[in-house]
């Protein structure tokens, strides 16, 4: 469990504070709170419905929470910040679901997610695109109310 705290929490959000946070906190507060919560969505359905369990596995709920709240939260505030840098959506929303999908594969290898219910890395790959589709759909709404510029 120390292992999510320290890789999926504490690092990303470090990385976060010092490299986007100084620049923009509206960007960061705004869509990491959306993405924390499109997180939270998938993982709850996806654990109801058996298809991954995250180690330690006796206390998965509270196992994916560092998840949740760390990295998928940061990771949505950097793909609108990449968004906004390169101005092509598709190409940063494939990018960010593949290299978030191999990431989710190593975990995988290591043995720390445990797939079931007919799961697979091709299902993350989707469990990763739509989640990334909504927060920049939720950035455009944002943009659209001149919220985030």
């Known amino acids: 469990m120390i292992l999510n705290i320290i890789l999926v929490f504490a690092l990303p959000w470090i ?15 705004t869509i990491s709170t959306f993405s924390s919560v499109i997180g939270f ?3 709850e359905i996806g654990e109801y419905f058996g298809f ?5 596995f006796h206390k998965s ?4 929470l560092p998840f949740i709240l ?20 598709y190409f940063v929303i494939f990018l960010f679901t593949l290299c978030t999908t191999i990431l989710e594969g190593i975990w995988f290898l290591m ?4 797939f079931g219910n007919g799961w697979n890395i091709g299902w993350t790959f989707v469990s990763y695109l ?20």
């Open 15 to 29: 990385v976060c504070l010092f490299h986007i946070f100084k620049h923009d906190k509206r960007l960061v507060v």
């Open 41 to 43: 969505t998938v993982n």
């Open 52 to 56: 991954w369990r995250v180690y330690p």
């Open 61 to 64: 709920h509270i196992s994916t």
């Open 70 to 89: 760390g990295v998928y939260s940061v990771l949505g505030v950097y793909l609108i910040y990449f968004l906004r840098k390169y101005k092509r959506p």
């Open 111 to 114: 043995g720390r997610v445990m």
């Open 130 to 149: 739509f989640p990334y589709i909504f927060v920049y759909l939720y950035y455009l709404g944002l943009k659209g109310l001149k919220i985030l510029e």
